[in-house]
């Protein structure tokens, strides 16, 4: 049955007091035209009717549009909060990736993004609470802590927000409407300057995403999330966004191994012995092992190698890979033993599709991150543009060591 609006009502209030005041009239009519002046009449006021009826039926662009602002002031409120589960592919690379997803928020500023790889089964979990954000990978005892603002300056496109801001920022948007789905064609608005168009279905039922696609220049696909539950108002427990508890999702129940890995403002790790400020005892170092040397298949153009260099004897198995010409540029990378944190750095997170990074630095930026097998990557550049780190990143993501 279909929500009728005041303006909706008073035209079918309208039509029915013309259909009576018709077939009043009609009864004066001279016997031999009666029966079929007062069949055409009926005739006539029912297709009237029935179009009324389905014209208040359909919603346009601006009631959607309202309707989603309504939707947005609710999550803002004390209670607000959502849940949502799916399926993301990124296109990004030579070849697509899965992951599995599960997006949690909760008012004012609580996220939890849990990331399954879909071939390696390896989960990682972006957090953010009351203590920073935090990257996590729970199967490996590995976790990565920064200080920023995220999601509010820069979201991701399974991000409920982000949708919507994405409708309501494009005055340009285009509109559709399915068999389930009000659909939206507007600019994307993430990181990368690759990313330029996305569609989003939202259902008709209350506005919960269903499909997001996010194209580039070329109308080629390069993000797709399909969700399959999402649920507003969700309940979660207190401790739900709490790091600890987070780090044990996978692990073997024990909230106390979980440590963290901080960088510096330049994305330099901070050594164990700086962070131990609050006076407690770092955890065990835990050996992953080596993982020989990474190469990036993306290079960008009239960019070439310039050396490599592994360090031998060193307890992270650390590797340098610098590149010149129009770029200069070096990728280090290294799986270091765990460290606890006392302080945190500050800088500007960067959406890599299947993880989160940390971009720092002024003049010298630092792009940092690590992968689902505990290696963390920093890209190290004067003049390497961010959507040129992005790419580099995602082509080491889908590389193995050599």
């Not at 609006?5 to 029915?16: E, F, I, K």
């Given at each position: ?17 013309s ?12 016997k ?5 002046r ?9 297709l ?10 359909k ?5 959607v549009?309202?309707?989603?602002n ?11 909060s ?30 939890r ?6 071939q390696?089964?390896?989960t990682?979990?972006v ?8 990257v996590?990978t ?18 991701q ?5 982000t949708l919507v ?11 559709a409407?399915d ?10 608005n ?15 039922d ?6 997001v ?6 109308a080629?696909?390069?993000v797709e ?10 309940k979660?427990?207190k ?14 129940g ?6 963290v890995m901080?960088?510096?403002e ?9 962070q ?5 005892t ?7 092992g080596?993982?020989?040397m ?13 050396d490599?260099?592994k ?11 610098r590149?010149?010409?129009?770029y200069q ?12 944190v ?12 299947f ?13 940092t ?9 920093r ?5 390497l ?10 082509s ?7």
């Open positions: 049955m279909y929500n009728r609006s005041p303006a909706c009502q008073a035209s079918l209030h309208n039509v029915n007091k259909l009576i005041d018709m077939y009043q009239s009609s009864k004066t009519c001279a031999g035209d009666d029966v079929m007062r069949m055409s009449w009926v005739l006539a006021m029912i009237c009717v029935t179009v009324v009826f389905a014209g208040c039926g919603k346009d662009a601006a009631s549009v309202k309707g989603l309504n939707v947005a002031d609710t999550l803002q409120s004390k209670e607000g959502y849940k949502g589960t799916g399926k993301m592919t990124l296109y990004t690379g030579e070849k697509p990736q899965e992951y599995n997803i599960e997006v949690w928020y909760q008012n004012p500023s609580y996220y993004i849990s990331l399954t790889n879909a390696k089964d390896v990682q979990i957090l953010r609470n009351d203590d920073g954000v935090f996590l729970p199967s490996l005892n590995k976790s990565f802590r920064f200080k920023s603002d995220w999601p509010e300056n820069q979201g496109v399974y991000l409920y927000q801001q994405g409708i309501l920022s494009d005055n340009t948007r285009q509109f409407s068999k389930d789905s009000y659909v939206f064609d507007v600019a994307a993430y990181h990368s300057q690759s990313l330029v168009r996305q569609k989003i279905w939202l259902s008709k209350n506005y919960a995403p269903k499909q696609q996010v194209s580039d220049g070329e080629h696909v390069m999330v399909k969700f399959s539950e999402f649920k507003f108002d969700a979660f427990d401790d739900s966004f709490d790091m600890k508890r987070n780090m044990t999702v996978q692990g073997d024990d909230p106390t191994l979980g440590t901080q960088v510096d330049n994305g330099n790790p901070i050594s164990a012995d700086d131990q400020t609050d006076g407690s770092a955890a065990a170092p835990k050996e992953l080596d993982f020989g990474i190469v990036p298949v993306y290079m960008p153009e009239g960019v070439d190698s310039k490599t260099n360090m031998e004897n060193s307890a992270s198995h650390t590797v340098l890979l590149y010149d010409g129009t540029y070096t990728i280090m990378e290294s799986r270091s033993q765990d460290m606890a006392s302080s945190l750095a500050s800088g500007t997170v960067v959406d890599l599709g993880t989160s990074g940390l971009l720092t630095g002024d003049e010298q930026k630092t792009l991150w690590m992968n689902d097998e505990g290696i963390e990557f890209i190290t550049s004067a003049n543009p961010v959507d040129e780190m992005t790419k580099i990143a995602v080491l993501q889908e590389q193995t060591g050599k």
